[in-house]
């Protein structure tokens, strides 16, 4: 694939759907059937994979309790988590302005593949997209890092010329990995430390054209604003 424009890699959860609601229930029933008790905030367990999870809440127990608790919060997810989702406001209307500028869109998500499309099909967003990628249980390595450098790869994309925007440290530090510019989504789930460590922020949908555009030496063109 070859564009004079640059690459656009979003994140998907808390950066085109707010996910969490989905998330965090399907989370507390597992940790609630499994009697774990008081976990904490539960919060920054939305970004990184669920494997990243169980280590962090199963860290003395074994690889295959670990991958028993995914699989648990994976069927519980697959059964109703997923669609305990909305978009964001302002997204469609980015999708749909940058669609007319010509930016190749893409998608690049710590959750499983099936999952993303299932979601972004629901609320008629999957054709914005060039490609959506997710992890997959096959994946040897379910880092974003790996994940993104397979996106850039598979669409013969450079790194120079493309921007992740996402709102965790996962998705920047992703990014870096990878030599791709980033923008963070402060409508997201991030903290301030963490979208401080993004290239730019993008406080609202709406001011991701006008960051992009100048970058891209372009102007908006009357058609995209719709």
Same mark, same amino acid.
């Given at each position: ?26 989370? +507390? ?44 919060? +994976?069927?519980?997810?697959? +059964? ?37 499309? +299932? ?81 730019t922020l993008a406080p609202s949908p709406a001011d991701i054209l006008a960051l992009l555009l100048p970058a891209a030496g372009r102007t908006v063109k009357d058609n995209s604003m719709?």
């Amino acid at each position: 694939m070859t564009s004079t424009l640059p690459a656009i890699i979003f994140d998907l959860d808390g950066t085109l759907t707010d996910s969490k609601p989905g998330i965090l229930s399907c989370l +507390r029933q597992v940790i609630d059937a499994r009697n774990l008790g008081d976990c904490g905030q539960l919060d920054r367990f939305v970004g990184p994979p669920v494997e990243a999870w169980a280590v962090d809440l199963l860290s003395d127990s074994t690889e295959e309790d670990r991958a028993a608790f995914a699989r648990e919060y +994976r069927s519980c997810y697959d +059964r109703e988590g997923w669609s305990n989702n909305s978009v964001f406001p302002g997204i469609r209307e980015l999708l749909t302005q940058l669609r007319a500028q010509g930016f190749p869109l893409f998608v690049c998500t710590s959750k499983h593949q099936h999952h993303a499309i +299932r979601i972004l099909d629901k609320f008629d967003l999957s054709h914005f997209f060039t490609a959506i990628y997710g992890d997959k249980l096959d994946y040897p390595d379910h880092s974003k890092p790996k994940l993104l450098a397979r996106l850039l790869a598979d669409n013969s994309l450079s790194g120079n010329n493309a921007w992740m925007i996402g709102d965790r440290s996962f998705d920047f530090d992703a990014a870096r990995a990878n030599n791709v510019k980033t923008i963070a989504a402060a409508w997201g789930y991030g903290t301030a430390e963490e979208y401080a460590t993004a290239n730019t922020l993008a406080p609202s949908p709406a001011d991701i054209l006008a960051l992009l555009l100048p970058a891209a030496g372009r102007t908006v063109k009357d058609n995209s604003m719709v």
